[in-house]
């Protein structure tokens, strides 16, 4: 399957009333380009309203989109990389192996869809509490701008976010399963109730972060920073831990079963209620403590 055919001009007829399936090339006149099919499609721009447009694997654009309305499109293995999505709006869109390496994105909106008056486009919004959430599963988001972005309960799952600036960034509830985060700055940000299971946190910068009960197994957090980070009721089991900085941080009611914390910084940590099985402690010592 061909993924993305770059064309310049406006939506043509092939035959039969069958449409081509223009992409949108990264120039100045995204005015004269459309994307889209059927009775939904909009031209890619700043403020541009793009809702609900249907244009799989051949979105490609890399301008500007500040404040562009996406809310629900498909866009699947969308070619954004390098494009301003400042305050633009994607709930509930779908990303899925999309490219945004580059990208800005400073308090743009990737959260749960809002329901649309279907009588209008321009139909009030209102979030359901069952709406669906943005899809980024395989995204690259690699040296992205996302401080601030609303990502709740995103599925980031196996994507790539290394290096990425996420911090003060809402991610509660979001699957971050197996994703790649090293060296990302989440500095601030709130990460409640998420998955991160298998998730590669290394270097990665988690000070003050909220990660209450978020399920980290089996992830690789070797020297991350994660000072006064608040882990209460945490899942850490068979997390890798070693030569993290840990000062500060609340671990309370934490499970630490098998994880790995040699050499890692735990001074002034609130251990309370923690739990210890075969867990590998700063001084390379195993604490069976709660083992049964």
């Not at 971050?176 to 989440?186: K, T, V």
């Not at 209450?212 to 089991?237: F, M, P, Q, V, Y």
Request: aromatic letters at 6%; one cysteine or more; hydrophobic letters at 40%.
């Amino acid at each position: 399957m061909w993924r993305r055919l770059v064309m310049l001009g406006t939506v043509g007829v092939l035959a039969a009333g069958a449409l081509t399936a223009p992409s949108v090339a990264a120039d100045d006149d995204a005015d004269d380009t459309w994307i889209g099919t059927g009775e939904v499609t909009c031209a890619p721009g700043p403020g541009a309203d793009c809702r609900d447009v249907v244009f799989k694997w051949e979105f490609d654009f890399n301008g500007d989109l500040r404040g562009a309305k996406f809310a629900r499109a498909k866009l699947q293995g969308a070619d954004l990389r390098g494009a301003n999505l400042d305050e633009a709006n994607f709930r509930g869109a779908v990303l899925r192996e999309a490219d945004l390496r580059g990208v800005s994105a400073v308090e743009a909106d990737f959260g749960p869809a809002a329901v649309q008056d279907r009588t209008s486009r321009n139909g009030h919004l209102r979030c359901k509490p069952d709406c669906p959430y943005a899809d980024l599963w395989r995204a690259d988001l690699r040296g992205a701008d996302l401080f601030n972005v609303n990502l709740r309960g995103a599925n980031l799952s196996d994507a790539n976010v290394s290096g990425v600036r996420l911090n003060d960034a809402q991610l509660s509830n979001a699957n971050l399963a197996s994703a790649n985060l090293s060296g990302a700055n989440l500095s601030g940000a709130i990460v409640k109730y998420a998955n991160l299971t298998n998730a590669n946190l290394t270097n990665a910068n988690l000070t003050d972060v909220y990660l209450l009960r978020t399920d980290l197994s089996g992830a690789n957090l070797t020297s991350a920073n994660l000072t006064s980070a608040n882990l209460t009721e945490a899942a850490l089991s068979s997390a890798l831990l070693s030569e993290a900085n840990l000062s500060n941080a609340n671990l309370s009611g934490a499970n630490l079963t098998w994880a790995n914390l040699s050499a890692a910084n735990l001074s002034g940590a609130n251990l309370s209620g923690a739990t210890f099985c075969f867990t590998r402690m700063p001084n390379y010592t195993f604490n069976n403590r709660d083992c049964r």
